[in-house]
């Protein structure tokens, strides 16, 4: 298929407006809505967002999960030269009163709850200004000048966000350019607190229409997603390459296995973005029955060779890709060939994606490997610029000189220039395709009263990729147990980073300095992961 001409977000979603016109873009719920509609929507918030003052290099926080509003809102924002903030929806209130400090955001839409979470509540509890007379301005948020919630309950509400008349493409200057960042995603790093990753409009479109191509999408696609939109594999990843190959986004909420059998025989989906999570999920679920998946052809997955001929000849999605990337390099940076045969699709990445390079560095000297031989994954093409907030910092850590982006994986390439992925070298935990700093789970355990040190590692697991592991010394004269320390966990932090099993002990391993020495921490929990499941 011909890419698209567009190189910013909104000019893509004009252009599909005109080439698809009344073809559906989104199906959400019971809501079907065209790509002339979905651009029309956009313009409309885009209207109100620029009537409240938002212009080109403002930031908008999105604290929304996978609906069409999602997509009117970002859209919206992007048509003024806003910059998305993609908030996660499993925030609880501490880390919601972070993210809204570092990310500097001048309007925040959200939902007034998502699950468990009272949003609203949390929102009044932390700019209890927004619920007086406007204008105002809060003393802790100085940015923040509007709140905006899907239901209003007390703030101002979505359904009064749209302006009178949609709002088209802007002269030059106050539109986006391409090389505008377009999203802000935060993601696990070695810190405490998330990393703040910018994306451009232009590596958005072009590296998500060329993930599409590996995957042989055509117009009418009809891709399931069900990872959230705020990660760089729902937003950056599926949800380009879909729109740039006319394609359809077919919205899980959130995902259950049931539901998303259901949405793909219903909406005949013929892609998924999966994990080997979801693949399990999906296909122990006691309503699954091949021939209700049938239309699945292709999609994403990461994960060991096994999950992906499990995705490919039990799901049924015949010419699913395997991926490697990370959100640093919008999404993936490798992804095989749809065409490939099945065992070289398990068994590799795939070549880097064009405009992407691929190189492997020796972990001690940084001297550039050969073929054949495992090093340090180094990235370069589609990057991020450059963190934000006070993740900006950690630039020199992860930037070489010469422009390239140090994953933290270990790797080679073969002969033939596909990447083979070995694992993770960095301390970082990868559990259910999310990226969990130890660093932080350590911090949220240290905010109990009766912990006096934690120490954090993964240990490998089937279906999640790895599980957390956590090990915890209390304080002299203190009392608790692992159940009460992973409630504690469960009440201040999102659900991925509670630990899945919590030891406490009198003592963890340290150096003469001090410093806990993970590698050991972590070889002790192996062995008695690997005792437990014997």
């Known amino acids: 298929m011909n890419a698209p001409f567009s190189r910013t977000l909104p000019d893509l979603l004009f252009e599909q407006?005109?080439?698809?016109?009344?073809?559906?873009?989104?199906?959400?719920?019971?809501?079907?809505?065209?790509?002339?509609?979905?651009?029309?929507?956009?313009?409309?918030?885009?209207?109100?967002?620029?009537?409240?003052?938002?212009?080109?290099?403002?930031?908008?926080?999105?604290?929304?999960?996978?609906?069409l509003e999602w997509l009117e809102a970002f859209f919206g924002a992007a048509i003024v030269g806003a910059v998305v903030v993609a908030f996660s929806t499993w925030s609880k209130r501490d880390e919601l009163a972070w993210?809204?400090?570092?990310s500097e955001v001048s309007v925040l839409i959200a939902l007034d709850r998502f699950g468990d979470q009272p949003f609203a509540e949390d929102l009044r509890a932390l700019v209890p200004e927004a619920l007086g007379a406007a204008p105002w301005?809060?003393?802790?948020?100085?940015?923040?000048?509007?709140?905006?919630?899907?239901?209003?309950?007390?703030?101002?509400?979505?359904?009064?966000?749209?302006g009178p008349?949609?709002?088209?493409?802007?002269?030059?200057?106050?539109?986006?350019?391409?090389?505008?960042?377009?999203?802000?995603?935060?993601?696990?790093?070695?810190s405490s607190r998330p990393k703040a990753v910018p994306l451009a409009h232009y590596g958005i479109v072009e590296n998500g229409f060329n993930i599409g191509e590996r995957q042989g999408y055509r117009a009418g696609e009809r891709v399931l997603l069900a990872p959230p939109l705020f990660w760089s594999f729902g937003s950056a990843n599926a949800m380009s390459a879909t729109l740039t190959h006319g394609g359809i986004l077919v919205l899980q909420s959130r995902f259950e296995a049931g539901e998303a059998i259901a949405l793909?025989?219903?909406?005949?989906?013929?892609?998924?973005?999966?994990?080997p999570s979801i693949t399990s999920a999906i296909i122990t679920h006691p309503e699954f029955k091949p021939e209700r998946v049938e239309t699945l052809r292709t999609g994403v997955t990461i994960g060991a060779p096994q999950d992906v001929i499990t995705a490919a000849t039990v799901l049924g999605a015949s010419e699913i890709c395997?991926?490697?990337?990370?959100?640093?390099s919008y999404g993936n940076c490798c992804v095989t060939p749809y065409?490939?045969?099945?065992?070289?699709?398990?068994?590799?990445?795939?070549?880097?994606?064009?405009?992407?390079?691929i190189r492997i560095v020796h972990p001690e000297t940084g001297a550039v490997l050969p073929s054949g031989e495992n090093g340090l994954i180094e990235v370069r093409g589609y990057l991020l610029r450059g963190y934000q907030g006070s993740s900006a910092s950690q630039d020199e850590a992860v930037l070489t000189p010469d422009g390239f982006f140090r994953t933290g994986d270990s790797g080679h390439l073969n002969d033939a220039g596909d990447l083979l992925f070995a694992g993770r070298v960095s301390e970082m935990i990868k559990k259910g395709g999310i990226n969990i700093s130890p660093a932080e789970v350590e911090d949220i355990l240290m905010r109990h009263p009766a912990v006096a040190q934690a120490g954090v590692v993964g240990v490998p697991d089937r279906n999640q990729g790895e599980l957390l592991v956590a090990f915890v010394v209390l304080k002299p004269g203190s009392t608790s147990t692992g159940a009460e320390l992973v409630a504690h966990c469960r009440a201040v932090a999102s659900r991925y980073k509670v630990p899945d099993s919590i030891e406490i002990r009198l003592t963890?391993?340290?150096?003469?300095?001090?410093?806990?020495?993970r590698r050991d921490l972590k070889q002790i929990a192996v062995e008695q992961h690997r005792t437990l499941v014997a």
């Not at 199906?27 to 209207?47: E, K, N, P, T, W």
């Not at 993210?99 to 570092?102: I, R, S, T, W, Y």
């Not at 301005?137 to 966000?161: C, K, M, N, Q």
Request: proline share 8%; aromatic share 6%.
């Open 264 to 275: 793909i025989e219903r909406h005949g989906c013929t892609a998924i973005y999966t994990l």
């Open 339 to 357: 065409d490939w045969p099945l065992e070289r699709r398990a068994n590799c990445q795939g070549p880097p994606l064009p405009g992407v390079q």
């Open 165 to 190: 008349e949609p709002l088209g493409p802007l002269p030059p200057g106050e539109g986006p350019s391409a090389a505008d960042d377009a999203i802000i995603i935060y993601t696990s790093g070695s």
């Open 322 to 328: 395997n991926v490697y990337g990370q959100t640093e």
């Open 137 to 162: 301005r809060s003393v802790t948020y100085p940015h923040l000048r509007h709140i905006v919630l899907l239901g209003g309950d007390g703030f101002e509400s979505y359904a009064d966000l749209a």
């Open 508 to 517: 963890l391993p340290v150096t003469a300095t001090g410093k806990l020495m």
């Open 17 to 67: 407006a005109e080439r698809y016109a009344d073809a559906p873009a989104v199906i959400c719920g019971d809501r079907v809505v065209s790509y002339a509609h979905l651009a029309q929507r956009a313009g409309l918030i885009a209207a109100g967002l620029r009537q409240r003052g938002v212009r080109r290099g403002d930031r908008v926080g999105l604290l929304i999960n996978n609906r």
């Open 99 to 102: 993210l809204l400090e570092d």
